[in-house]
């Protein structure tokens, strides 16, 4: 329930602080006075659209809060929690809007961006604006009303995620379609490619142990030429070698360390020296055993190495890369094999998608059916309450011409007869513009008992009433008043009298500044309201007698 509401530096509201009730409150005042400032004020603090001129001239922001009570409101408190924000028994939003158009918005005085004060605020209020009539007309509104007075949220959240998941598959299958029939012209061409590396099977590391192989193969009669000359130098020279060199100089060096024991550590060099001289000699001794020409092997080496090279310039990679870019082929033809063995998958995860929205949908479809039947018979009954004896209305729910969509596969269309013997035709074709306002009406009156915000707005939604009309429409509004808080911009004294509350709305001018005022009047103000309502600015006897028989009405 909203508590307070205080707005500062907003239009032509210098300060304004609203103190509000439970039941229905009235809200009255001259034309032009600004009966809906506060109420465009509170749709700000509750995450509306924001525009800077809405500042007051000559104030650097506007800033609005509302304060509501939420102890009774489960919903709310479970919102509160899941986003994490402080959740006591009271719930303040809060709204500021500088001259520079930037705007700020605070739950319990923490900063939020706007999506969460909207979030929020459409669960704790409804505002039904004067021209929901217009709305009215519109089958994509009917069906929102619907909804909101069925209440089935939980059928319309299956509905939504059902038809989002088939659509998704959907979108996969048709991808995957497409680019089955880009790869169509490209698959046998790479089935020929892959077959024909396959039949190479060159290894990862292969091409450069090939390079290594042909280069040994290629110069065996050098290198073994090369390696005996090597060994004779070192130590096979009949005459003489580095081997016999190293010795004697060795036998040299262990004289005159005797004589100097300085040259200890160069006669250990030379000794190491001459060790090392012997293995080497060995193994290069070893390695000539093991060296053979073999011009068999080195012309396989050839044969494969210029098959490597062919089809490396086929494929334009080098040589070194052709491993890899075999490997890159496989890949993209198994991603093709897979794809074809995915999308039989999806032929099949598509269609039982389809079965489970249509099942989704159906439910929904069957709940808006049980739902129309009620409110056929309280929409009718109320036309007769708003002097339209011979009125009826119905909903018709048929297939949606336009096919599947997130909502389900239902169109609703309001169907009304406002004359004897009239058939049911569409609303916007049969009723005349007051026949239309009273229908508007009754029908946001009945949806909004059950609509589980806990307040409700109605902003002048009795134009085109008057007479013993708007005495029904009075009493309609107050008794949904005694289970929901309902404020009610009104020019109608019938129905401002039966407020359990009243505001009035006043605008002065001085100075070159204009302010809109709103304070709540006492039964001796009220009556005064009533009676310029009821005559004007001429208040008569007659109008403060008429004045008090509403307000006790209202009361009784």
Known sequence: MLLQLTINNFAIVSFLELDL????????????????????????????????????????????????RIDKLPRVKAWLSEQELDEQDECILRRTLSREGRSRGYINGTPVPLSQLKALGALLINIHGQHAHQELQKSDYQRSLLDAYAGHHQLLQQTSLGYQRWRQLGNERRQLQQEQAQWQ?????????????????????????????????????????????ALDVLADGEETNALQLLRQGLRVVSE??????????????????????????????????????????????????????????????????????????????????????????????????????LLAAERLSQSRQRYAESLNALITQGMHQLSMEHGRFEIRISADDGGCSPLGIDRVEFLVSTNPGQPLSPLARVASGGELSRISLAIQVITARKVETPTLIFDEVDVGVSGPTAAVVGKLLRQLGESTQVLVITHLPQVAGNGHQHFFVSKSSADNDTQTRMQELDEHSRLQELARLLGGNKITPNTLANARELLVCGEA
């Open 256 to 357: 005159l360390s005797q004589m100097d024991g300085r040259l200890g550590p160069v006669r250990e060099m030379i000794e190491s020296s001459l060790i090392q001289l012997e293995e080497g000699h060995g193994e290069l001794s070893r390695y000539l055993d093991r060296l053979e020409l073999d011009p068999e092997r080195l012309h396989e080496v050839e044969t494969r190495l210029g098959k490597v090279m062919e089809l490396a310039r086929k494929h334009h990679v080098q040589p070194a890369e052709l491993a890899a870019h075999h490997l890159q082929l496989r890949t993209r033809l198994t991603e093709m094999a897979d794809n074809d063995s995915r999308l039989q998958e999806l032929e099949q995860e598509v269609e039982q998608a389809r079965n489970e929205f």
């Open 185 to 229: 012209a490209q698959r046998q061409l790479l089935e020929y490619q892959v077959a024909e590396l396959d039949e190479l099977a060159l290894a990862e590391d292969e091409f450069p142990e090939l390079e290594a192989e042909h280069k040994r193969l290629a110069n065996g009669a050098e290198l073994l030429n090369d390696c005996q000359q």
């Open 21 to 68: 009730r439970p039941g229905m409150t009235s809200i009255t005042g001259e034309t032009g006075a600004g009966k809906s400032i506060a109420i465009d004020a509170l749709a700000l603090a509750l995450g509306e659209r924001a525009d800077a001129d809405s500042v007051r001239p000559g104030a650097d922001k506007a800033d609005i809060s509302a304060r509501f």
